[in-house]
C-alpha cells in the first residue's frame, strides 16, 4: 500500500492506492489519525488505485470518521472501485460515510 | 477449474487401520464445498489433514499450489492465519467475553491498534448477527449463539478458507438454516473458499456448489449438485434417500463374532 498526501484544489486529499490489509492498515491509521488530530477537514481520501480493503482497512476509516465527527470534521471517500464498495455496501458503511464518484465531485460538495 | 486446494492420493492411518485409501480430489476456489459422508467414513480427519493438523501416512495436500505436507510448522502458521476454522464445538475460551474471543487472533497475528480491534470485532458480531453482545461469556449463550460467536472469531483474520466441521451438529432446523444462509452470504460477498464438512443432507442442498462424497475412507463422487443427484451410484443413492445399510453379518457370523470364536 501506498499512501500521499496532496493539496489539490485548496483541499487535503490522501491518496490510497494498493491493498489495504492488516498489515497495511496501522500505516494507514497513523496518517489518517494524524489528520484527524490536526482537525484537518474537510479530508478526501482518494481511494482510486485500491485493489482490495480488508475489515481492518474499513475499521480504520470508521475510526478516521469517529474522530473527525467528535469536532464536526468531514470526512470524504471518493473514487472507490467496484470491487472495494461492495465490502463498504455489505457492511453498510456507504449509507455512514460521505461517497462521491471523484475526487472533483467530492472536491465541490 | 481454479483449485485452491488439490489432494493427490492421501493415505492415513489411526494405528494399523486405514482411514483414507489413496484419496484424489480438488476444491474450487471461492466456492462452497463440501464434504458429504456417514458417520465414521475419514471426513472428519480428511478435514484435520486439510488444515494441517494431521501428517498422513502418504500423499500430498497443496493448498494454493503449496504442499502442505511436507511444510515445516512456520510455513504452516503462514498458511494457517489464512484459514478460519469452525470447530464443532465452536471451541470459545469459556474465561473470555466475546469481544476478548473474537480478538485474540488479531491480537496475537496482526499490529492492529486496540482501538481498531475493538471496531473489527464489532462488525465480525454483527456479520453473525451477535451485535451488542460483546461483553457477554459463552456460558450465557445458547448453542447456535455459540456456533455464531465461534464463526465470528474464525472470520477475525478475513481468512481466504473457512472450514466448517459439521456446523449444524446439535442445532435445531431452524438455527441450523440460519447458520446455512450465513454461510450463503459470506460466500456471495467475500468470495471466500469454503469447506463444509456434513452429514446434512438440507444443508448440502442449500449451500453447496460442489460435492465430495467419502465412503468407507475413499472418495465415491466429486462434482456439482446436481451431478451428485442423478448420480446412479447405489451407495449415493442409499445416502440420499436415506435408505440404512443392509445387515453385513449373517446370523451365524454374528453369533461367531459375539461368542468370540
Known amino acids: ?109 | 477449474m481454479d483449485k485452491a486446494i488439490d489432494v493427490k492420493d492421501l493415505v492415513t492411518h489411526y494405528g494399523e487401520r486405514e482411514i483414507l485409501k489413496k484419496i484424489s480430489f480438488s476444491i474450487p476456489r471461492g466456492k462452497t464445498t463440501v464434504i458429504l459422508g456417514g458417520s465414521g467414513c475419514g471426513k472428519s480427519t480428511l478435514l484435520k489433514h486439510l488444515i494441517g493438523l494431521l501428517k498422513p501416512t502418504r500423499g500430498n495436500i497443496l493448498i494454493n499450489r503449496k504442499d502442505i505436507v511436507s511444510m515445516n510448522e512456520d510455513a504452516l502458521n503462514d498458511i494457517r492465519k489464512r484459514m478460519g476454522i469452525l470447530f464443532q464445538g465452536a471451541a470459545l475460551l469459556n474465561s473470555m467475553t466475546l469481544m476478548d474471543n473474537v480478538a485474540l487472533p488479531l491480537r496475537e497475528h496482526t499490529e492492529l491498534e486496540d482501538s481498531t480491534i475493538q471496531i473489527m470485532v464489532r462488525m465480525k458480531l454483527d456479520l453473525v448477527g451477535l451485535s451488542g453482545f460483546e461483553g457477554f461469556y459463552p456460558s450465557q449463550l445458547s448453542g447456535g449463539m455459540k456456533k455464531r460467536a465461534g464463526l465470528a472469531r474464525a472470520m477475525a483474520l478475513d481468512p481466504e478458507f473457512l472450514f466448517f466441521d459439521e456446523p449444524s451438529a446439535g442445532l435445531d432446523p431452524v438455527t441450523a438454516a440460519g447458520l446455512d444462509e450465513l454461510i450463503l452470504k459470506l460466500r456471495n460477498v467475500f468470495k471466500m473458499t469454503i469447506v463444509v464438512v456434513t452429514h446434512e443432507l438440507p444443508s448440502v442442498f442449500m449451500i453447496a456448489d460442489y460435492v465430495i462424497m467419502l465412503d468407507l475412507g475413499e472418495v465415491i463422487f466429486s462434482g456439482t449438485l446436481d451431478e451428485l443427484r442423478v448420480s446412479g451410484n447405489p451407495r449415493i443413492k442409499m445416502f440420499l434417500d436415506r435408505r440404512p445399510e443392509a445387515e453385513t453379518y449373517s446370523p451365524e457370523d454374528y453369533f461367531r463374532f459375539i461368542a468370540g470364536d
Not at chain 1, 497513523?30 to 489528520?35: A, F, I, N, P, V
Not at chain 1, 473527525?68 to 473514487?79: D, E, H, I, Q, V
Open chain 1, 1 to 109: 500500500m501506498k499512501i500521499e498526501v496532496i493539496d489539490y484544489k485548496g483541499k487535503k486529499v490522501m491518496e490510497v492506492s494498493g491493498e489495504i490489509d492488516m498489515h497495511a492498515s496501522p500505516s494507514l491509521r497513523k496518517e489518517l489519525m494524524s489528520l484527524v488530530s490536526k482537525k484537518t477537514t474537510p479530508l478526501l481520501v482518494d481511494l482510486k488505485g485500491v485493489s482490495y480493503i480488508d475489515s481492518s482497512g474499513i475499521a480504520t476509516f470508521v475510526e478516521g470518521l469517529k474522530g473527525m465527527m467528535a469536532f464536526g470534521g468531514k470526512l470524504k471517500l471518493a473514487s472507490i472501485p467496484a470491487g472495494v464498495m461492495e465490502i463498504f455496501n455489505f457492511s453498510k458503511l456507504d449509507k455512514v460515510f460521505e461517497i462521491y464518484g471523484d475526487l472533483d465531485d467530492a472536491v465541490n460538495s
